[in-house]
């Protein structure tokens, strides 16, 4: 197994900029997740990891040796794709196995190996079938499969549950997670899907317009986002960001009033998530917009002025539409950020 270490990255086309200088440490065994929307540079990178595309600037290291120009092939690397990308004219077993035809491993050594990682991801009795005859969340096991039979330095997965229903994304990413723990190989995961980052990573990487917005823990990340883009991407539904003004320790929005750091003055944005706003309170006032009972929870849309706030009410609480409503926030759980979208810390 084997560290990844990206020295001042950049990847550019034209003058269009891919990925800005990224430099980041993936841990050996660790499971890193590169996050971010379409276009953020999360797939050229994992793309210049597997050495698919070369960097405009910077070197890529795995383990101890400098990768950096390296042919996809002798990298040690093995990569599991959105499509499954099996060979529709071969058996499971065969396109297991075709790896190991490429890497030269001996006839006689195949067998065990192929039928371990068909196990690993419960396809031992469906080895002799082709991919047609299978459910996408089976094709994904075997490409999966493929995967570890290499017993590969790396893993480099591009969105892999993209082409599943949600159910079998749940059970999917379980099953991933797990197989990294058995193996112990380091593996980088790319994914525009916030549930799966916060649910299969050891660390996260958001990523916009190429640059790293914030790198950390899932439980970091969600608890102590850097900025207003972070912020407003991660939770679901993702964080309320309300502009207003701070004077003399406290902020004041249209419907919306509540303590701030003494040292705050001017134009800034409140943060506080759906699940630390309560019915009743008298930090908002508002209209109810809509009411959406979920079975454990129910999502509950106040409108202020031209601002719509998200609460996570109560799994019983109902009203009608258009009635007044007034708001409480947990102060302990309130976010300030600066007209540039930055946090902003201090003590009320």
Not at 191 to 196: G, N
């Amino acid at each position: 197994m084997a560290s990844i270490k990206l020295n001042n990255i950049v990847k550019s086309y034209g003058a269009f900029l891919g990925v800005r200088e990224m430099t980041l440490d993936i841990k050996d065994e660790e499971f890193l997740v590169l996050l971010g929307p379409s276009g953020c540079g999360k797939t050229t990178t994992m793309r210049m990891i597997a050495g698919l595309e070369q960097p405009t600037e910077g070197e890529i290291i795995i383990g101890d040796e400098v990768v950096t120009g390296v042919d996809a092939r002798d990298r040690d690397v093995a990569m599991v794709f959105q499509g499954y990308a099996l060979y529709p004219n071969m058996s499971i077993y065969e396109n297991i196995r075709f790896p190991l035809r490429m890497r030269g491993v001996p006839k006689a050594e195949q067998d065990a190996l192929i039928r371990r990682a068909a196990q690993m991801v419960e396809l031992g009795d469906y080895l002799d079938r082709k991919p047609g005859a299978l459910s996408g969340g089976q094709r994904q096991r075997a490409a999966l499969a493929r995967a570890v039979v290499r017993q590969p330095q790396v893993f480099l997965m591009d969105e892999p549950l993209s082409n599943l229903d949600a159910k079998l994304r749940a059970s999917m990413r379980v099953q991933i997670k797990h197989l990294q723990r058995q193996l112990r190989v380091t593996t980088v995961y790319v994914t525009h899907d916030q549930i799966e980052a916060m649910t299969l990573a050891d660390r996260i990487v958001i990523m916009d317009k190429g640059a790293i917005q914030q790198i950390g823990t899932p439980d970091q990340i969600y608890a102590d986002p850097a900025n207003t883009f972070v912020a407003g991407f991660i939770g679901q539904p993702p964080m309320n960001l309300i502009a207003g003004i701070a004077n003399s320790g406290t902020f004041a929005a249209q419907g919306i009033n509540v303590a701030c750091p003494l040292g705050l003055s001017g134009k800034v944005t409140l943060g506080i998530r759906p699940e630390d706003c309560s019915v009743g309170g008298d930090n908002m006032q508002g209209m109810v917009y809509g009411v959406e009972p979920t079975g454990d929870m129910t999502y509950l849309t106040v409108t202020t002025g031209a601002k719509q706030i998200e609460v996570k009410a109560a799994r019983d609480f109902r009203s009608d539409i258009d009635v007044p409503i007034s708001i409480g926030f947990d102060p302990a759980r309130l976010y300030f950020f600066d007209e540039q979208g930055q946090r902003l810390r201090g003590k009320a």
